[in-house]
């Protein structure tokens, strides 16, 4: 198993920030490629972010982009995730998951459990 | 931007082969990859690069990847087999998922 554990979650207001955090354990977490992937209430897989191996290449889905920043500390084998300016439609279990390749471009072998983040006031 | 398109649901009797299509443009040219997502749980994968299957995922799951349209295919449904199903591929610098497809096992 490769254990990815989530946590930071939680209930936040409209335009106010969060920071998840995933920590990795089981595998060489500097060689991978890492992503976030969202899930709303009763909906599917959406794609967030992917940060490569070394951290210099980092890209975005168009929803959250200028919002929220990936980032790694391989030092830490922790990857994360600044939201700011959160919105309503940003509520959503969010995963971390790897990647096969060491550049984020193939497919998510393995995957965290989820944090759940709630946007509301 | 790349779009996938996934059948809302599909059904198949106990024992019976399931197939489930994922629609693109060219997708035959793509690398498709599928995750199977049961109630309250995380994704798993179940095939990758249109026809391989991680180590633990049972011989019933299949994959074919070709022109416009990749489908996976399992056989012998079984009840566990119940779940949501994702393509995905990576596009322009981006992970494509469709949109999911609930596989109901009668």
């Known amino acids: 198993q490769v254990p990815l554990v989530e946590s930071g979650g939680g209930v936040v207001q409209p335009g106010r920030s969060l920071r998840l955090s995933c920590a990795a354990s089981g595998f060489t977490f500097s060689s991978y490629g890492m992503h976030w992937v969202r899930q709303a209430p009763g909906k599917g897989l959406e794609w967030v972010a992917v940060?490569?191996?070394?951290?210099?290449?980092?890209y975005y889905a168009d929803s959250v982009k200028g919002r929220f920043t990936i980032s790694r500390d391989n030092s830490k084998n922790t990857l994360y995730l600044q939201m700011n300016s959160l919105r309503a439609e940003d509520t959503a279990i969010y995963y971390c998951?790897?990647?096969?390749?060491?550049?984020?471009?193939?497919?998510?072998?393995?995957w965290g459990q989820g944090a759940l983040v709630t946007v509301s006031s | 931007s790349y779009e996938l398109t996934q059948p809302l649901s599909v059904s198949v009797a106990l024992g019976q082969t399931a197939r489930i299509t994922c629609g693109g443009s060219?997708?035959?040219?793509?690398?498709v990859h599928w995750s199977q997502q049961r109630p309250g749980q995380a994704p798993v994968l179940v095939i990758y690069?249109?026809?391989n299957r991680p180590s633990g995922i049972p011989e019933r799951f299949s994959g074919s990847n070709s022109g416009n349209t990749a489908t996976l295919t399992i056989s012998r449904a079984q009840a566990g087999d119940e779940a949501d199903y994702y393509c995905?591929?990576?596009?322009?610098?981006?992970?494509?998922f469709g949109g999911g497809t609930k596989l109901t096992v009668l």
């Open positions: 998951a790897k990647d096969h390749s060491t550049f984020g471009d193939s497919y998510f072998d393995y």
């Open positions: 060219n997708i035959g040219g793509k690398d």
């Open positions: 940060i490569w191996y070394d951290g210099n290449n980092k």
């Open positions: 995905q591929v990576w596009d322009s610098s981006t992970v494509v």
């Open positions: 690069r249109d026809s």
